[in-house]
């Protein structure tokens, strides 16, 4: 990139702040569509990612976590709670046109969905810096050259169409499309999930270095807790709309304190037959509550071995387990339950 | 259930025997050979696993043997035994006989396998009353036993829900029923976990690896995650542009990976153990394109231990040490040295404390 707007972030300056969002859609139903309920998709979630830093957000199907990611870029209704963007409300930037898109980007895990079939490569490229008003007419070509440089594909293949590309390429040049406006932030959902694990650490180590290059912030959203690890410095687990826990990441994958958190690491196949066999597990027995009808309490306690009337009745609330760690139980400082997650850890944290 | 054969009992025949098959696209004239020169059996109760990457074939070895390659697919070479029958020379109504009381097959989308406008119990009582002449109040009985043993809480009230009232899961669960529901010899799951959450698909391999124990059944399980197959395989192949290019038993293909090409899927693999602070070592470059194949191994031009001589011909699939089962496809063999020695440092499997 030949000019950067902005300038590489210091240690401490204001990133992305999220402080109690919530996000609801309305049930409608019957003729009148009149609303019947509620779907509480993302229930009061707070978390900071430090400027030029990585949070990656981790959770299963319905954790609300790709509804967190769209709610920080204003593509999801935001009911409750703030989000703040170096420093200015989300609601400031929304109403300075072309602001928000400048600043926040987004890459989906799907980047054929994603490019449009008919356009080449190129045409996609300077379509944004088009709309955007960022490279006059001559300019734009040279400008598709730089940006197409930038994520590691050779000039030839801003006259390919996405069809013509391999899934790799694809994501690299729905990464190349966000850095057209040269934003401060990027949203990725899931971006390498749908790449064969050989391609994957080719579009992971390209982001990394992007990273570092131009000073991005990110919010890294997976299922994946192995890609989550080389990616982040901080992770938040999602579970049913609400912050289970939120670590650094290695106090993350060595002292986990939210028996979520445990199932979950304890559920990844590790590719080393001996580890399998011996393994210790956390059963996750049910699946997540129903938005639209929480139970009272904990949002895990159907699938927690450790439930008890407390956790039926009373949720529990975020808090310190340790300096800039946090979790949600009720029962993580219990001698047995600190037992039984230290053995399902064994084997998979270093 | 009949009588249930325990692993490794007796040295029997085996279930499946797959012999140099080849599966080809496109005309007679410019064929496009998807599977090459691929062979492996399975003995009853075993479970191999089936490793590689989109597009390296292994979903088209096995529709191949079950008959069900689609448009212009077809065998070119080679045959597929299954109990010592060619799979080819048989009838349609032999095959569909054997598909479902011989081999069954569980897929990776539960949603599209199941008709959306079809209650679960009608859709799995259907072969059962079809092919099997069970009565439907018998057919009932035993899609509630089927529904029980692949733990479907309340089983006998989920007979009446429609495919997506259910979890993808649950959907994955049921599927899995009526693919043992014909007592097949040989269940052949492929990516049967892929399109589920982590805590999910933990819990339907071992659902899987339970059944194939308690039924006897064989396994051959595809899978791109070679984590997948580590927990639940006795022998692992890894195929790449269509053919295999290693095989062995589970735990000598960890701890002694033998091909450039397995140590470096392993080596990309993100691990929950390594320093999180190393780069990722990604496989450079592309798999080839089935419509230019390359001369030599399919696999030097991303290789790293790539020599001249790895261009001259296409190496053959051969132990390199007689009688240990453990097969490569590579000329060059850089690991020999460290095999012979039994275990490898490096970054895989053997490096944990």
Redesign the interface.
Known sequence: MTTTRNAMPQAGDEGIVVDGLKVQFPIRSGVFRRQTGIVRAVDGVSFDIPAGTTVGLVG??GSGKTTTGRALLGLAPVSGGGVRIFGESQAELAARPGALPRTCQLVFQDPFASLNPRMTVGAALSEVLAVHGLAGREERARRVQTLLDGVGLRPEMADRHPVEL???QRQRVAIARALAVEPRFIVLDEVVSAL???????I??LL?DLQRERGLTYLFIT?????V??VSQRIVVMYGGKVMETAP??RL?SVPHHPYTH???????????????ARA?L??RS?PPDPAAPPPGCRFQRSCPFATDLCRSEEPPLRPVAADHLAACHHMERPEVRQALTTATQ???? | MNAIPTRRSEPSRPVLEVENLRVSYGSAQRPIHVVNDVSFSVRPGEALGIVGESGCGKSQTMLAVLRLLSGSGRITAGRARFEGQDLAALSARQMRRIRGHGLALISQDALSALNPSMRIGAQMAEPLVRYDGMSRGDARKRCIELLEMVGIPGAATRLAAYPHELSGGMRQRVLIAMAISGNPKLLIADEPTTALDVTIQAQILRLIDRLRRELGMALVLITHDLGVVAGVSDTIAVMYAGRVVETAETDRLFETPRHPYTRALLDSIPKLDAPADRRLQPIAGLPPDPLRPLSGCPFHPRCSHAEPRCTDGLPALEAKEPGSGHLIRCVIDPWRAAAAGGRTSGLTGASRP
């Open positions: 299963e199907s391999s899934g790799g064969d694990v050989s391609i994957q650490g080719q992971l180590n990394i299922h994946d807790l192995g890609v690890r080389y990441r290695d994958f199932a979950l690491l304890s559920a990844v196949p590790l590719p080393d037959p001996k580890a399998e066999r597990r059963d996750v699946e084997g998979v944290s270093a």
